[in-house]
């Protein structure tokens, strides 16, 4: 069995592999298991782009069309075409302007952060440091991370 696929990055059939965007292939398994190579490895987001089993790798986040492409060795091709979507997943990370305190961005938006956390070794000549009371009360709205960080 040859195998091969091709993406349409973003689903606009605008590629230069006649609308596909990137292209690997073709090559059997018994083929790639010895060493040769395929006729075309253009897929710069694969993990592994002279494999045509496998197009795992790290793509734009988007919508993208993949075409997998499989021929027997009488010449019948079977295809499978699927759109996949990349998202980004990960919640900002916010840092303070010292670097001191990074927590994660739940998925509420929200972070709560002590004021005690902002301590940098205060103290006063009549109360021990343990004892010391912090007070802050404060919401900072950072649209570039679209998110709202307590400070309590």
């Known amino acids: 069995m040859f195998w091969e696929y091709k993406i349409d990055a973003y689903n606009d ?4 592999h006649g609308g596909w965007d990137f292209r690997v292939g073709t090559l059997t398994e ?3 298991n010895a060493g040769d190579t395929v006729e075309y490895s253009h897929n710069p987001f ?3 782009p002279r494999n045509p089993f496998n197009a795992s790798g790290t793509y734009p ?3 993208h069309r993949i075409n997998w492409y499989v021929e027997d060795g009488c010449g019948n091709v079977g295809t499978c075409e699927t759109l996949f979507e990349i998202r980004d997943c990960k919640a ?4 303070c302007l010292t670097g001191i305190i990074s927590v994660p961005m739940p998925s509420s938006g929200c972070v709560s952060i002590w004021a005690k956390d902002l301590d940098k070794g205060s ?3 009549c109360t021990s440091q343990d004892n010391l009371k912090f007070y802050l009360t404060m919401i900072l709205i950072k649209p570039a991370l679209r998110s709202v960080v307590r400070i309590s």
Do not use: E, H, S, W
């Open 13 to 16: 059939r605008k590629g230069v």
């Open 30 to 32: 018994k083929q790639f």
């Open 46 to 48: 694969a993990d592994n």
């Open 61 to 63: 986040i988007g919508i």
């Open 92 to 95: 900002p990370t916010p840092y």
């Open 123 to 125: 103290f006063d000549n």
